[in-house]
């Protein structure tokens, strides 16, 4: 069976004050949180904050971006390693707003979540549509591309190190969540696309929901046969709500 897994991703949201007391709330409300695997990926600024509020607690920590570079003349960059030496867990890549806004392409992609597990780092590789795809119908080969672009380059069994997170980007931060049967049908197919590999990479790789995921529609979400979990945007700013969404994921 495959553990749930929560990952928070704070984006560029919070202050040094902010940051210690989200953690403080997830520090005292996690006893009661068990089964599901839970993770907060931090701005890089706030990850020894982080690092050293979580320690010895049952939530492990990551970045939201990685460097494919291991050290070197890459002003602003942040190397898998320099996350490692912080004692991050994952990381997560290609999300759709490095996509959108720093024009990371597919290729790129697979180059960073390559960097990630060579430093030993668990990649939360995001794909998903925007609005225009899905409504031109072309969901499964948007999907099916930014998948591929990741297999061809690292190679299925690498793949499977790793984690998938279906983030339709019309659903991120709109308050429009897919319905579980929406999300249902593309988590399965992103399941099939590595069994077309590999049925055991297919059978062990969590794929998690993201969008607009929060108290109110995560157990039914979750209640999907292929989503193993979520990423979390604005609901893992507020201790109480990033709380609730991991209580629903325990099986
Ligand atoms: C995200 O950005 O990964 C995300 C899922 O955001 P939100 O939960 O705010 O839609």
């Not at 780092?121 to 899905?134: A, F, K, N, Y």
Request: aromatic share 6%; proline share 3%; hydrophobic share 40%.
């Amino acid at each position: 069976m495959r553990q749930p897994l929560v990952a928070g991703n704070w984006k560029m949201n919070g202050s040094r004050a902010s940051v210690s007391e989200l953690l403080g709330g997830l520090k005292s409300g996690i006893g009661a949180v068990n089964t599901a695997e839970v993770a907060v990926c931090a701005p890089f600024i706030y990850i020894p904050d982080t690092q050293m509020q979580l320690d010895g607690t049952a939530i492990k920590w990551g970045g939201q971006d990685v460097s494919t570079h291991e050290s070197g003349a890459y002003t602003g960059e942040i190397s898998a390693q320099m996350l490692t030496d912080f004692a991050c867990h994952f990381v997560i890549i290609g999300h759709s707003e490095r996509r959108a806004y720093h024009g990371e392409s597919d290729a790129l992609v697979a180059e960073k979540f390559t960097a990630a597990r060579a430093a030993g780092l668990v990649p939360i590789l995001c794909v998903g549509e925007t609005l225009d795809e899905r409504e031109r119908g072309v969901t499964e080969q948007v999907v099916a591309r930014q998948l591929d672009a990741v297999i061809e380059h690292c190679g299925i069994d690498l793949v499977g190190e790793g984690v998938v997170a279906y983030e339709p980007v019309w659903a991120i931060g709109t308050g429009k969540t897919a319905s579980p049967e929406q999300a249902q049908e593309v988590h399965a197919f992103i399941r099939g696309r590595l069994a077309a590999n590999s049925q055991a990479v297919a059978d062990a790789t969590r794929v998690l929901y993201g969008g607009s995921m929060n108290p109110k529609n995560a157990a039914e979400l979750m209640a999907q046969p292929d989503i193993d979990g979520g990423l979390i945007g604005g609901a893992s700013l507020k201790a109480d709500d990033f709380l609730a969404v991991c209580k629903a994921a325990n099986r």
